[in-house]
């Protein structure tokens, strides 16, 4: 699908890689963006910056767990721009935490990392149904297809976003319905600020180039243009795949090396 007239949802849109996207959409010719975020002033604050290029923006405080606010959402943006083409399904968590991680976090890890984007789709699907077109792009992660040392909640949470994102492509792609799943590995955010205070932060950047979020949303315009299902923004993901499917052994024993060097 072209940007290029769509109308977009962006969860997560106050900063990071979702502040990136909705800047990148609306420079891509975008006609309405709405920034989503639990940070409702950081998503005020990014759609004004929008509205004073001359797009059409709207800014909303969202909590994505909320199956009623994520249709609300979704209800504005359709009556605001005449219909609703693209939803980014981008606001995302991490934990830190292994095994012992709190049972509240897992379960939060749960609500914003999966069922988000399952209340996302719930909302938007009808209406992209109907006019038999609309697309999905789902933040997931390096770590939803191989692993994030040091992090449990976000490694098994991330792998059930790729797996719905693969169901929705799978199930929906006749019908018109286009979904990316985006798997980056390190992105210069807050959200890899924060993983820095533990070995997930160490093993996300010691595991290749640390990339800018304006970097990653040119890469999400373009794989929307290309109908890319597999958004990879660091390339050496789609060869860690390879191994990891060929010879997962060897692939495990690697990334076992790789925590214990990481062991403070
Ligand atoms: N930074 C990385 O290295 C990296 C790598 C791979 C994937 N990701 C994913 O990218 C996405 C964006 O993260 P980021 O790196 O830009 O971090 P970020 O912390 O800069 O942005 C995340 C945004 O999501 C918002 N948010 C969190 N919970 C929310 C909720 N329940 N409802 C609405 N908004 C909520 C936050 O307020 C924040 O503005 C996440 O899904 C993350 O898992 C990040």
Redesign the pocket.
């Known amino acids: 699908m072209e940007v290029e007239g769509a109308s977009v949802v962006v969860?997560?849109g106050?900063?990071?890689?979702?502040a990136a996207i909705a800047r990148a959409m609306a420079a891509a010719g975008a006609r309405g963006v709405l920034v989503?975020?639990?940070?409702g002033g950081?998503a005020t604050a990014v759609a004004d910056e929008l509205a004073a290029a001359g797009i059409e923006a709207i800014g909303r405080a969202?909590?994505?767990?909320d199956p009623e606010a994520v249709t609300a959402m979704v209800t504005t943006a359709e009556s605001a721009f005449d219909g609703l083409d693209i939803v980014v399904s981008?606001?995302?968590?991490?934990t830190g935490e292994g095994v012992d991680a709190p049972l509240e976090q897992w379960q939060r890890s749960y609500e914003?990392?999966v069922l988000?984007h399952v209340h996302a789709a719930r909302a938007a699907l009808p209406g992209m149904l109907d006019r038999g077109s609309g697309a999905f792009v789902h933040?997931c992660?390096?770590?939803g297809l191989l692993t994030m040392i040091g992090d449990a909640p976000y490694t098994v949470t991330?792998h059930a976003a790729v797996a719905f994102a693969e169901w929705l492509a799978i199930t929906y792609g006749g019908r018109g319905i286009q979904v990316a799943a985006l798997c980056?590995?390190?992105?210069e955010?807050?959200?890899?600020r924060e993983a820095d205070q533990g070995i997930a932060g160490r093993a996300?950047r010691a595991a290749g180039p640390v990339l800018t979020?304006g970097e990653v949303a040119d890469d999400v315009v373009a794989a929307l243009g290309d109908g890319r299902f597999l958004v990879l923004p660091h390339p050496e993901v789609a060869e860690h795949l390879r191994g990891k499917a060929t010879a997962p052994d060897r692939w495990i024993a690697a990334l076992q090396r790789t925590a214990d060097a990481l062991q403070p």
């Open positions: 969860t997560g106050a900063s990071g890689i979702g989503a975020d639990l940070d950081g969202v909590d994505v767990a981008n606001a995302g968590i991490g914003v990392n988000a933040t992660s390096a770590a991330k980056p590995q390190g992105v955010t807050a959200l890899l996300v979020p």
